[in-house]
């Protein structure tokens, strides 16, 4: 499976940035995918998540904010940020994995900047 992120960039406070992730491979290794972030000198955090029936779980410093979707018939998931903050600066990265015990894949970090 290789993961494909795009999006990402530069915005102020309180604007929106949306990132997209493509997976190729088989879909059953897929039902799991999610975005992550970390910033210099912090532990990679779960931002959100979304399973392939469509359950979400959100970070408690973005729900309200951020959106996770997800397009199975493309195998890819979408994640709008909205009302973003200064601290939601962070290198973001997309994750996939067929389920508890199975391979667990990352896309390439894509930089997210909010200025003040």
């Known amino acids: 499976v290789q993961l494909q992120a795009s999006g990402g960039g530069l915005a102020q406070t309180g604007g929106s940035l949306r990132l997209s992730c493509a997976a190729s491979?088989?879909?059953?290794?897929?039902?799991?995918m999610a975005w992550y972030r970390q910033s210099p000198g912090e532990q990679r955090e779960l931002v959100a998540s979304i399973t392939v029936g469509g359950n979400t779980n959100y970070g408690d410093s973005v729900k309200g904010r951020f959106a996770i979707s997800r397009d199975s018939a493309i195998n890819t998931v979408t994640l709008q940020m909205n009302s973003l903050k200064p601290e939601d600066t962070a290198v973001y990265y997309c994750?996939?994995?067929?389920?508890?015990?199975?391979?667990?894949?990352w896309g390439q970090g894509t930089q997210v900047t909010v200025s003040s």
């Open positions: 994750k996939a994995t067929g389920g508890i015990g199975r391979p667990v894949y």
């Open positions: 491979g088989s879909i059953f290794s897929t039902n799991l």
